[in-house]
């Protein structure tokens, strides 16, 4: 299996920026998709998920409102479109996958697979 994420860079303060994740080698399709990040200095934060079964969305509160997850099915694809940025989004983002429901949000322990992050910095 392999989750490959891209779109990260550096934008400025109330920009907007579009992660994808591609991912590959399942032989099963229960699986549900998440984002993680990571900030300098601070605890891993589980950022919003996409559930297999009902297409259910979950959103940390503090990117409720601004963030919107999405998951293509025909081209193995999970998006995470990022709007109004702010500094604190500044983060090392990382897609991730796992047999279950999207508790795994709550718990990266939880998570299956890991993609290798990518970079998001928010700077004017």
């Known amino acids: 299996v392999q989750l490959q994420a891209s779109g990260g860079g550096l934008v400025q303060p109330g920009d907007s920026l579009r992660l994808s994740c591609a991912a590959s080698?399942?032989?099963?399709?229960?699986?549900?998709l998440g984002w993680f990040r990571q900030a300098p200095g601070k605890e891993r934060e589980g950022v919003s998920c996409i559930s297999y079964s009902d297409g259910g969305t979950l959103y940390a509160n503090s990117v409720k409102g601004r963030f919107t997850i999405s998951r293509d099915n025909a081209k193995n694809t999970l998006y995470l479109q990022m709007n109004k940025l702010k500094p604190e989004d500044t983060a090392v983002y990382y897609c991730?996958?796992?047999?279950?429901?999207?508790?795994?949000?709550?718990?990266?322990?939880?998570?299956?697979?890991w993609g290798e992050g990518t970079l998001v910095t928010v700077s004017s």
């Open positions: 080698g399942f032989t099963r399709d229960d699986y549900s």
């Open positions: 991730a996958a796992a047999f279950s429901s999207c508790s795994f949000l709550a718990n990266g322990n939880w998570v299956n697979y």
